[in-house]
């Protein structure tokens, strides 16, 4: 046998036996993962960062019905004013509301006014005083209620001043002291519903730091290994970044989902009928007219992707920091 | 292609634990590199696959002044060496397919791309029947062969090998010096650190000797 036809027979044999293991290799269509999930940056990540976007979940919730309450609040206050006349004498009362109504319907910028006749006033007091004897006594105010118009609105100061000259006793009440008492509660809770963001998000940002150290020092002859072989620290950055996207969006979508859960069975709990009187649900007394929409569920969908992306940037910056320190 | 003047290096602020070492390796050249234990052999390869920057003197490798570049252009030159260390270094949640792939991954090669090329490799060494086995099942050779295949499969120019038959029968360390030689006619070029005067006496290849920090050449 010559030499080359040795050599030949050698190269069939190699062919023949890559031919029957190459199939072993075939699914290895995808690289395996480099980095080993082991310690802090494993389960009990996953299970922080879950915790961390179901918080996140209920303060973008809370921040939604707050921004939809403050915004139905103080549209229906900008748009409604009441006129309160001193109770007197029935015929006087009758002659001052006349004129009252009288001098509004005559006033640019107002488009309705229409005065609340006593049994209409006294409904509105027995929530709190009860429907006895006592209520039936009591000097009830007579009530305009006053629609103005949002676009062009009346000169509310000049209007008072002409209703407090022509009806004695009459005054004129714009919200203003109300609107602004709710818009400086509503403030304060919206800027708590950003607080809690801020803080959801700065401790998930130093969890995965942490857990992104415990991983590189739980890895360091992993790390070792791959600067050996000429591995970029941003191929290694990589290599752990992989690991918090996977960690991250499981942790986001099971936070996300236990969110929906938790407002869909609020929604459920809250929306009570309307009470036998016609008054509102215990919902809406807490929560007002504002209710948490399907749409608004779809906010939800953002935080796994708002944690993915901050697990993913801060793990990157921590491995970039931690490489920089080695040669 | 490797290059030493005057090299020292210290740890902190302890004594010089290499002394004005200066020595040439050419290019396709093989060399020994043996000395006492503690005269500073570790630390001459440490500064050769860079994982160590020196305290004065220079070190050029591949034409490329390594001492003072810095650490973003480092890679680029690592790639040009491969490594066996005495301890293997290999990764037990990897297989020996993935392990001897590793150099290959970081430089962004797809398993199609080399995958044939891994598995004729392992071949050679002969682990073509356990590539899909993960390092905690092998043998001291076969740990030894893995390293050895993870560090020339990407066509290293320098090899360095830190007392690769300190944990083999003399039968494989005659193989793997085998190995080596063969490597060497294929243009590598080779520096075996070791304490082993068989393996030495049987290639006849030039020998460094580190001695206090102190290197002599002795042809």
């Known amino acids: 046998m010559t030499v080359n036809s040795q050599d030949k027979k050698r190269a069939g044999a190699l062919a023949g036996n890559l031919a029957m293991r190459l199939p072993q290799l075939q699914w290895r269509r995808r690289n395996v993962a480099i980095m080993p999930d082991v310690g802090a940056a494993g389960k009990p990540l996953m299970v922080v960062i879950s915790v961390m976007s179901f918080l996140a979940c209920l303060a973008l919730g809370g921040l939604v019905i707050i921004n939809r309450s403050v915004n139905d609040w103080t549209r229906d206050m900008a748009s409604q004013v009441t006129v309160q006349i001193k109770p007197e004498a029935k015929a006087d009362s009758a002659k001052k509301v006349a004129t009252a109504l009288r001098i509004l319907r005559a006033t640019p910028g107002v488009t309705n006014a229409v005065a609340l006749s006593r049994e209409d006033s006294l409904k509105l007091l027995e929530p709190w005083l009860g429907a006895g004897a006592l209520l039936q006594e009591l000097p009830v105010p007579l009530l305009i209620n006053v629609t103005i118009s949002k676009r062009r609105p009346p000169d509310l100061a000049t209007l008072s001043a002409e209703l407090t000259r022509a009806v004695p006793g009459a005054r004129l009440d714009d919200h203003n002291r109300w609107q602004k008492q709710i818009l400086r509660a509503t403030g304060a809770f919206r800027i708590f519903g950003y607080g809690v963001l801020l803080l959801v998000s700065a401790a998930t940002i130093a969890i995965v730091v942490f857990a992104t150290r415990a991983a590189m020092s739980s890895n360091r002859d992993v790390v070792e290994v791959l600067h050996f072989v000429g591995a970029r620290d941003n191929f290694i950055a990589v290599q752990v970044q992989r690991h918090f996207l996977s960690v991250a969006l499981k942790a986001g979508v099971i936070g996300g989902f236990a969110g929906f859960l938790t407002f869909a069975a609020l929604r459920g709990l809250l929306a009570s009928p309307r009470d036998a009187d016609g008054g509102v649900s215990a919902g809406q007394l807490l929560l007002g007219a504002a209710q948490f929409g399907i749409a608004d569920y779809s906010l939800f969908l953002f935080v796994p992707l708002a944690t993915a992306l901050i697990s993913v940037v801060t793990a990157r910056l921590a491995v970039l920091r931690i490489l920089g320190h080695v040669l | ?219």
């Open chain 2, 1 to 219: 292609m490797v290059r030493f003047e005057n090299v020292g290096l210290r740890y902190g602020m302890g004594p010089e634990v290499l002394r004005d070492v200066s020595f040439l390796l050419e290019d396709g050249s093989f060399h020994f590199l043996t000395g006492p234990s503690g005269a500073g052999k570790t630390s001459l390869l440490r500064l050769l696959f860079l994982a160590q920057r020196p305290t004065r003197g220079l070190i050029s490798l591949f034409g490329h002044d390594v001492a003072s570049m810095p650490r973003s252009r480092l890679p680029a030159i690592r790639r040009g060496i491969g490594v066996v260390f005495q301890e293997f270094k290999l990764l037990d949640h990897l297989t020996v397919f993935d392990n001897v792939a590793l150099p290959l991954r970081v430089r962004g090669m797809r398993p199609d791309m080399f995958r044939t090329d891994v598995v004729e490799l392992l071949d050679w060494v002969g682990l073509g029947e356990r590539i899909n086995a993960y390092p905690p099942v092998l043998s001291g050779g076969e740990k030894q062969r893995t390293a050895i295949a993870r560090a020339v499969v990407g066509r290293p120019r320098l090899l360095l090998a830190d007392e690769p038959t300190g944990n083999v029968d003399p039968q494989l360390g005659r193989r793997l010096l085998r190995l080596f030689t063969e490597l060497n006619k294929l243009g590598t070029t080779i520096l075996i650190a070791t304490h082993d005067f068989h393996l030495m006496e049987q290639s006849k290849a030039p020998k460094f000797v580190l001695e206090d920090g102190e290197m002599t050449a002795v042809p």
